[in-house]
Structures are given as structure tokens and as C-alpha cells.
């Protein structure tokens, strides 16, 4: 069998017909219905002359319709884009034109968008509209767009193509300068990465090879240990969509949406709970804290011992929050990873009596850190280097050659990956993360990390959330500023905050100014949206 998600699934739909794949809301698509709905779209796109290589926009919310395009272009031997639904009309527009799409499938409640940048997409040849019930008033408002049911009512299954090895996956990042990129992939590389890695992450044994996973998916299922997965954040970003979604169905197992566009803890618990879900992705602290607080409000509302495995990636899990979470489920256990679209690089886990620290992570044996004139840190001295991932290391970011040059290089005859992750390297060989080097504030010729401010304002009881970052300043080069949201019901002052964090970190980290915000900006994945934290706060200085 060929290492490629689409022959995979294939394989899995022949081996548990009967079995589920999809879980949203009421509906459930079985193994079945979910390989030949991705068949009948895979046969529309291949009528209007997509094929090899044809991208596929996916311009849609958490859906069984998100699901099976990905599925369908993987079936086409093509390479689904993810779009972000909350892009607008030159972000959306610049997003189709710069990956060359061929087709978009979109929800109805977006239609007006996509209207709106119709006449500026003229490489899309198929536009396929997705019927989403409420604020979607039933008419196709889209030029020749066509509905996306129709097709599954009239349009004959495409017979499955064989992959050729020469397959490429894709994902677009938000990143947090410029415009998205999009991260290539060989698809062989990719798929055989997540058939090494994901099942010691899951306590499963090593599978030789991908001609294992149908003969594995079928005894799971009959054995009742079949993995069901749940994605806190959307599918459009990878976190969600690689571990809730895409590899989880390699062995066969369930994907559960959840129905909000935004998270919903009470939602998230009680689909977890009513689908007996026992792997959840979430996104750090953005994600992970609210949940907590909601089984601290109400201890023994939701029936959980079925949860075995968190999954977060992207950005700050706090180890204090971890704990909370094992101590309300003894036998959770949460996996921490340290990646990024460019690549997984190490994890950090923690389980029941076990003891861990916040940004700490074990190495996988392919990352190093490297100081900026290509020397490796070594253990213990100190000195800040930039992480790098190698091992299975993307293609290059797709159409910009300049920031493949410089993300994507090699040391020493090695290809890495260079996502922008500082970190120091303890003596045991652990690293410390430290943060995003493009986010770094020098402020009197001293270093400032985000993360690191940002993780001693969070330990604060009254601070809920924080993003830290540099306004420009006539002595300093920098100032160290934030904004913070507090916990619900707390009323202390940003100067009492302050005053405590001082007892955490050397006094030139402290913010020099405080902005309490009702909420702080993230994306919808949890990441930090650093440019509206600055906006937002400069807006106050008018």
C-alpha cells in the first residue's frame, strides 16, 4: 500500500464498512458513506478537469463536509487547502489566487464572501456550495456555484486512482508576519511520519508498515479500543485537523466535531462524555484553562474516565493547568508537543505522579539547536539557539522560494527546519522553550521573551489570559508592555498584578505598562494574535 492518507482511508472504509468515521451533532456518516460522498465530489472535480496536483479550497466550518473534501482531493491525487473562515475578501482572495486553486467548497453562511471575490478567482473552474442550515436562507448566491447535496444525489462515484509517490500535502499558516504561506509536503513523507510517530504516542505497538492499518482498524473495532477523537479548534488549522481528524482515521477511528465555531467547554465535556471520546486536541492554556474551570465549577457533572489522551501543539500549556486537569481525570494523559506546521520537533508528557515542568521538552532524536552562525548548543551552557527540526522536513513553502532559503536549510550535510522557536539546552538534554524569536523584544540590549512574561502573568490567580510584546522606545529601543484579561469575579489592579510578577522574573522583564482587556485577541485555534494585542493597546495611548 501506498503511503497516502487517501489509499489509507480507502483501505480502512473496505476493512470497517459499517464502522463510524464522522460524529456532528445528530448526524453520523459511517466508514461507508464517508469514502463514497468523497468518491461522488472526487468524480465532479474530476469532470470539470481537476486532477494530479489541482487544489482543492476548503472554506468551511467543522462539518462531515470538511471531512470528505479532504478526502475527495486526496482522491483526485490532489492537495485540499484549508482556508480560514474568518478571512474576508482580499484575504480570501489573495489565499485562492496564491495556491493556484482549481475548486472551492464553502458553507452558504460565507457565500457572500465568496461572491464578493467571484470575478477575482479565475482559475477556479468549480465552486461547490454547502447547505449549513441557519443564516443560510437556501439560495445558491454564488455564480455558477453549484450545491454540494446535488452532487451527492446525481454525480456517479470516481474510481479510485492509484497514488504515483509523487503526491504533495499541503497546509496553509496564518504564521504571525505576512501573508499565509503554504507548507509543502512529499505526501509519502508526511503519511509515513505520522505511521512511525502516532502510535507511541497513543501506547499502541509499532506498525511495520501501512498495510497493517485495515487489519488494525477491524480488530479495534471489534475489541471496542477503536480510538475516537475530538478537535477543540478547527479543522482549518493543523493541530485539529492532523491528530483530530486525519491521522486518527489511519487506524480507523472516529472523528467527533463539535458544533460551535468557538469553544464552548460545557459543549466540548458533554460531547466528550455522550460519544465516549478518549483522545481531545486542544491548543495550550487558551484552551485547556477554561476547561478546567469548568470542571472546578462543577465537580462530577461530566462522566469523563473515558478520556485517555491529551493532545495539545502551538502554543504555552502551563504545567499548573495539567495537573488540574489529571487530578480531575487520574487517567488522563497529556501530551505536550513541540511543533509547528514546519514539523514536529519534541514533547513533553504528563500523567499521575509524574512531574514536569512549563515549556520544558524532551528532544526527538532529529532536532538540534543551533546558535545563528550554525554551532549546536551545548547542554548546559546556557546560551540561546534557534530550535531545528529534522527528520521529515517540508518541501518548502509553496511559491516563495526567498523564505524556503531561509526557513528550510541545511548544517553539516543535514536538511532542517528553522520555525523561529528559541531555547536553551539544559544539562540532561532536555530543551527550554523560550519563544518565537520574531516576537522577541531588546530592550536596553537585553533579550525579552513573550511566552516567558506571559507565563508568570498567567500564574497570577486574578489573570485569566496575556499576550506580552514591544512598543518602540526613545531610551530603551523597546518597552516591555501587555494586555491581560482577568479570571472571572477578580478586581485587582494591573499595577497589583505587576507587583506580584516582579517576585518571578529579573525586574527588566517586567511589563513597564499593563492594559486589563475584556478578552485577549487570539485566532481560533488559540493561537496568540499579537498585531490586534498591539492595536488594542496603542489605541489607549491616543
Not at 539544559?426 to 530543551?431: F, V
Not at 522583564?509 to 485577549?520: H, M
Request: proline residues 6%; aromatic residues 8%.
Amino acid at each position: 500500500m501506498h503511503l497516502h492518507f487517501g489509499t489509507i482511508w480507502e483501505a480502512v472504509a473496505d476493512a470497517t464498512p459499517d464502522a463510524l468515521a464522522v460524529v456532528h451533532g445528530t448526524r453520523r456518516i459511517a466508514w461507508r458513506d464517508y469514502d463514497l460522498r468523497a468518491a461522488r465530489l472526487a468524480r465532479a472535480l474530476l469532470d470539470v478537469g481537476l486532477g494530479a496536483h489541482s487544489k482543492v479550497g476548503m472554506y468551511l466550518y467543522n462539518s462531515p463536509e470538511y471531512c470528505e473534501t479532504n478526502f475527495a482531493a486526496m482522491k483526485i491525487r490532489g492537495i485540499p487547502v484549508n482556508v480560514n473562515y474568518r478571512y474576508l475578501d482580499d484575504e480570501l482572495a489573495y489565499l485562492i489566487d496564491n495556491s493556484d486553486m482549481e475548486a472551492l467548497v464553502y458553507h452558504a453562511s460565507l457565500a457572500d464572501r465568496v461572491a464578493a471575490v467571484r470575478t477575482r478567482a479565475p482559475r477556479v473552474k468549480l465552486f461547490v456550495e454547502v447547505d449549513d442550515g441557519p443564516g443560510a436562507d437556501g439560495a445558491v448566491r454564488v455564480e455558477g456555484a453549484v450545491r454540494y447535496e446535488a452532487i451527492q444525489s446525481s454525480v456517479a462515484p470516481a474510481a479510485r486512482i492509484a497514488p504515483r509517490g509523487d503526491e504533495i500535502y499541503m497546509l496553509y499558516t496564518g504564521g504571525t508576519t505576512g501573508m499565509p504561506k503554504g507548507v509543502m509536503y512529499s505526501m509519502a513523507e508526511f503519511a509515513g511520519f505520522f505511521l512511525k510517530t502516532y502510535p507511541s504516542m497513543i501506547g499502541q505497538p509499532r506498525i511495520p508498515d501501512a498495510a497493517h492499518l485495515p487489519e488494525i482498524a477491524k480488530r479495534t473495532r471489534a475489541d471496542g479500543t477503536a480510538w475516537v477523537s475530538m478537535s477543540g479548534p478547527p479543522l482549518m488549522h493543523g493541530t485539529g485537523c492532523w491528530l483530530g481528524m486525519m491521522v486518527p482515521h489511519m487506524l480507523g477511528g472516529t472523528a467527533v466535531l463539535l458544533e460551535s465555531t468557538s469553544l464552548d467547554p460545557v459543549e466540548l465535556w458533554s460531547v466528550v462524555e455522550r460519544e465516549r471520546v478518549n483522545l481531545v486536541v486542544v491548543v495550550g492554556d487558551a484552551f485547556a484553562k477554561p476547561l478546567l474551570r469548568t470542571l472546578e465549577d462543577a465537580p462530577g457533572r461530566f462522566e469523563l474516565s473515558c478520556l485517555r489522551l491529551m493532545v495539545s501543539s502551538g502554543t504555552m500549556f502551563s504545567l499548573e493547568v495539567k495537573q488540574g486537569l489529571v487530578k480531575h481525570m487520574p487517567g488522563l494523559t497529556i501530551v505536550d508537543v513541540l511543533g509547528s506546521t514546519e514539523g514536529g520537533m519534541g514533547q513533553s508528557t504528563v500523567r499521575a505522579g509524574m512531574t514536569a515542568e512549563t515549556a520544558r521538552f524532551k528532544l526527538n532524536p532529529t532536532t538540534k539547536v543551533f546558535t545563528e552562525d550554525g554551532r549546536e548548543v551545548a547542554p548546559g551552557s546556557g546560551e540561546i539557539g534557534l530550535v531545528a527540526n529534522g527528520g521529515m522536513v517540508p518541501l518548502g513553502y509553496f511559491k516563495d522560494p526567498e523564505k524556503s532559503a531561509r526557513t528550510f536549510r541545511e548544517v553539516g550535510g543535514v536538511r532542517y527546519a528553522f520555525p523561529g522557536d528559541m531555547a536553551t539546552v539544559e544539562a540532561d538534554g532536555r530543551i527550554t522553550l523560550l519563544g518565537r524569536g520574531s516576537h522577541c523584544i531588546n530592550t536596553g540590549g537585553e533579550k525579552v521573551f513573550p511566552e516567558e512574561v506571559e507565563e508568570a502573568l498567567k500564574a497570577h490567580p486574578a489573570v485569566e489570559d496575556s499576550l506580552v510584546f514591544g512598543l518602540p522606545d526613545e531610551r530603551f529601543g523597546q518597552r516591555v508592555v501587555g494586555v491581560a484579561a482577568l479570571a472571572a469575579g477578580a478586581t485587582d489592579t494591573p499595577a497589583a498584578i505587576l507587583a506580584e510578577t516582579k517576585r518571578r522574573l529579573a525586574h527588566y522583564k517586567i511589563p513597564k505598562d499593563l492594559l486589563v482587556v475584556e478578552r485577549v485577541p487570539r485566532a481560533p485555534n488559540g493561537k496568540p494574535d499579537y498585531a490586534a494585542a498591539k492595536r488594542m493597546f496603542e489605541s489607549t495611548l491616543r
